[in-house]
Every structure is written in C-alpha cells, then in structure tokens.
C-alpha cells in the first residue's frame, strides 16, 4: 500500500503534446487513478512555442483532465538566457556561469520552486522533468537530495554540461526512459557519479491509445489509397527536411503515387510543394488515430529520442514503422520488438518502403509484434510499480490491478472544477 502523495513538476501542462508532457499527464493521470493522490506543479506559460516569460494563465489551481494543477507566474527576466543562445548560436564555448544561465533564465518561476518548500516531506515524493528545461534545475538544486528527476536526456551539447552533472548529482532518484539513455548516462557520468547513475531504474513510459468522443475531422483533401504517415512537430531536429529528400527521391524511382501524410503542427515551409506529400497539421486525436490506422507504417527519422511514444501508439493502432538506424532508441525498440526497419541511408529507405508496400502479410505480421511488446513492457501497471518500488519498497506487486479509489481530491474537482478552469485564485497547500 502507497501512503504518500506526488508532485509531478514540469515546465509546460495542458494543450502541448510533447513527450515529455505526455509522459507528466499520463502518470497523473493513471497515479489518480490507483488512488496515488498525485497533482502537477507547472508555470503560466502556454507552450515552448510560445513566449516562455508570459503569463498566458492566471496563476492559481486548475482542473486539467480529472488532474489538479497549480500554475505559477513564469520568471520574467530574459537577456542572460538571450545572452547565452547568442553565444551558442555563434559556436562559443559557454563557460559554467553561461551554461547555468541558460537554464536559470529560460522557462522558470521562482514562486514555484519557493512554494515547493512546503511540500520537501515524509508525505510527498516529488518527480521533475525534463533536463532540458529551467524549471527541473531549480527545483532539483534547491532542494538537493528531495527532488527526483526523469531527465528525458537527448545526445545534445546541454547533455554534456557541466550544470547537467550538477542536476544529476542533486537528484534523489533517477528515472530513465531507456535503457539506450541510461547506457549514454554511464558513458558520460558513470565515474563521477558512481552507484546513483549506475543502480538507477528504467521505468519507461506507460502506453495506451487515448480515448477520444470527437468525430473525424473534416478535410478539404481527399485521403490517397496508399500512404506512409509522419506524425509529431515538423522540425529540423526531428529529421523531417532529410525524411522529405529520402521520401521524394523514393516517389520519384517508384512512380507508384504513394504519398507521405504529415499530421501535426511545426514548420510547415519543410514539406515541399510536391504531389507527393501531404500536410493535414494538426488534427484531433480521434482523426490522427484513425489516419495513422489506415497508413502503410507510420516514419520517424530522428535521430534524438529517449523513448518516442509515436513508435508505441502506431503499433498499438496496428501499423508497422521505418526509423533511423542512427537513433540508438528507436532502433533498439525496432530490434527488441521485431516491430518494424531501421534503415542509414535513402537506399535502405527505399528498400524499406517499398518492402512493406508489397508485403501485405508482413506488415500486419510486424504491427503485430509491435503491439505484443508495447502491452508487455510499458503497460501502466508495470511502469508506475516500478516509481513506486522506488519510492517505497514494500509496495511490491500490490499496485497490479488496483482498483480505482475515490480521493478526497478527486470528490473536490468534481464539485466545483471544470477542465482548464481555475479551482480558486491562490496558491496554497490543501
């Protein structure tokens, strides 16, 4: 039986989809669920596309989807932050005070970190993420040895930071969503910080297909009877401007007008105005599943990943995948679970696509293992078990199947909250 309450602490909450995100609601949301009372700590800010030093919420408490959620007024101080992109931008070497700057003075709130002070107790655990973000510095290295971190580490320059090492060394415990980013955290980390890196748990991210109500979107575009399907943030850093050259050199040599879909938001100036390609942005959940359904395989060519939840969703919605053979977290997914094709270059993909467009039994043979591997090794219950064998180590294998419990919290939204409304103006402890 798990007797204490969570706080899961990340930058942004509510309308963004990214990983890491998903990864904070899905815990409260499941924790809630078990009766582990578990609330979201979050700034004002709207979204990492937007400005990270404007209130876009009023701070106070707020019901998102069945979770509390306290919002803090964001950190309005900028130009050391600024300062620091510049000289990044520039190829400078950052020196320790410019790294911690960075983080410092990008998304934060102050308030926040201050008002966790209460919450440092026997009664609490309190989870922060991702690294990447200022908000997970502050909290972690304010309250050194309280905090506990699921870091969400990508192979990038603010890996290798000297504040990086700092955040890893002041965390209470360490939660990995791979073990491909735990083994490049032993690399870099392993003989500073010893048995807290190497003794560390990769507990993953717990997967299932989002319920949705909503009908299908309506298009001004017919769908084509045979595409493959990007879905998530059209960005440089995702890979999609080399996924749009290896798709149209593809289309080109087959002739067989097969079309990429792309769903989501991002830059939509990186899909070419080609007949090959086809962009629908964002769209519901219920029209992305339906859509991804229907594809060939769904295609993610990033090359820095710590988990990818879009490989998990598009097995589980039955369709194979194609990913980089340079990505050390997607391929491995691929090889573990027979899901799916790594490929290095625009030959192999080539050969992939056209592959898994010939091969009817097959694909549906791939999504299929895909499918079996996901149900088995990142189902909520295996997942959260393991945070909290760490947090307590009686807990054991109590939390399978535990059924709903009503907290007090739960009983108190219900009464007088409604989704993305404020519960009541002020921030205090209940």
């Known amino acids: 039986?798990?007797?204490?309450?969570?706080?899961?602490?990340?930058?942004?909450?509510?309308?963004?989809?990214?990983?890491?995100?998903?990864?904070?609601?899905?815990?409260?949301?499941?924790?809630?669920?078990?009766?582990?009372?578990?609330?979201?700590?979050?700034?004002?800010?709207?979204?990492?596309?937007?400005?990270?030093?404007?209130?876009?919420?009023?701070?106070?408490?707020?019901?998102?989807?069945?979770?509390?959620?306290?919002?803090?007024a964001t950190g309005k101080g900028r130009a050391k932050y600024e300062a620091a992109i510049s000289q990044l931008q520039n190829g400078a070497t950052l020196t320790d005070r410019e790294e911690q700057d960075f983080f410092d003075h990008?998304?934060?709130?102050?308030?926040?970190?201050?008002?966790?002070?209460?919450?440092?107790?026997?009664?609490?655990?309190?989870?922060?993420?991702?690294?990447?973000?200022?908000?997970?510095?502050?909290?972690?290295?304010?309250?050194?040895?309280?905090?506990?971190?699921?870091?969400?580490?990508?192979?990038?320059?603010?890996?290798?930071?000297?504040?990086?090492?700092?955040?890893?060394?002041?965390?209470?415990?360490?939660?990995?969503?791979?073990?491909?980013?735990?083994?490049?955290?032993?690399?870099?980390?392993?003989?500073?910080?010893?048995?807290?890196?190497?003794?560390?748990?990769?507990?993953?991210?717990?997967?299932?297909?989002?319920?949705?109500?909503?009908?299908?979107d309506s298009f001004p575009l017919r769908l084509p009877e045979r595409y493959f399907v990007y879905a998530g943030r059209k960005e440089i850093g995702k890979n999609v401007p080399l996924l749009c050259q290896w798709f149209s050199d593809y289309a080109h040599t087959t002739g067989a007008g097969t079309k990429l879909v792309f769903l989501g938001g991002g830059d939509t100036s990186l899909v070419p105005s080609r007949d090959c390609f086809m962009d629908f942005g964002v769209v519901s959940e219920a029209t992305k599943q339906h859509l991804v359904s229907r594809s060939l395989g769904l295609i993610n060519l990033s090359e820095n990943e710590s988990f990818s939840l879009v490989l998990m969703e598009s097995w589980l919605l039955g369709v194979p995948t194609v990913v980089s053979a340079k990505c050390d977290v997607t391929r491995s997914h691929v090889t573990r679970s027979n899901g799916g094709l790594y490929v290095a270059n625009t030959e192999e993909f080539a050969r992939a696509l056209k592959y898994l467009e010939d091969n009817d039994e097959m694909r549906s043979k791939l999504a299929a293992n895909g499918r079996k591997y996901v149900?088995?090794?990142?189902?909520?219950?295996?997942?959260?078990?393991?945070?909290?064998?760490?947090?307590?180590?009686?807990?054991?294998?109590?939390?399978?199947?535990?059924?709903?419990?009503?907290?007090?919290?739960?009983?108190?939204?219900?009464?007088?909250?409604?989704?993305?409304?404020?519960?009541?103006?002020s921030i205090g402890r209940p």
């Not at 706080?7 to 989809?17: G, K």
């Open 1 to 72: 039986m798990f007797n204490k309450k969570l706080i899961i602490v990340t930058p942004w909450f509510e309308r963004f989809a990214g990983g890491a995100e998903l990864l904070a609601r899905g815990m409260a949301r499941e924790l809630n669920k078990r009766g582990v009372e578990t609330m979201v700590f979050t700034t004002s800010s709207l979204s990492p596309y937007d400005s990270w030093w404007k209130d876009h919420y009023q701070p106070g408490i707020y019901d998102v989807e069945g979770i509390e959620t306290r919002r803090f």
């Open 106 to 216: 990008g998304i934060n709130s102050p308030t926040l970190v201050d008002a966790l002070e209460e919450y440092v107790s026997d009664e609490y655990e309190i989870i922060a993420l991702p690294y990447f973000h200022g908000l997970t510095h502050s909290v972690v290295n304010r309250y050194p040895g309280k905090i506990s971190l699921v870091p969400c580490f990508h192979n990038e320059a603010q890996f290798y930071w000297e504040a990086t090492q700092k955040l890893l060394r002041n965390a209470k415990h360490i939660f990995f969503n791979s073990a491909e980013e735990k083994r490049m955290t032993i690399k870099q980390y392993g003989r500073t910080l010893g048995r807290k890196i190497v003794e560390s748990v990769v507990a993953g991210i717990g997967v299932e297909l989002p319920q949705s109500d909503e009908k299908l």
């Open 375 to 425: 149900s088995q090794a990142f189902s909520y219950d295996r997942v959260l078990e393991k945070y909290l064998r760490v947090f307590d180590e009686t807990v054991g294998a109590s939390l399978r199947g535990r059924p709903f419990q009503d907290s007090p919290t739960s009983r108190a939204k219900r009464r007088g909250a409604h989704g993305g409304t404020p519960v009541q103006s």
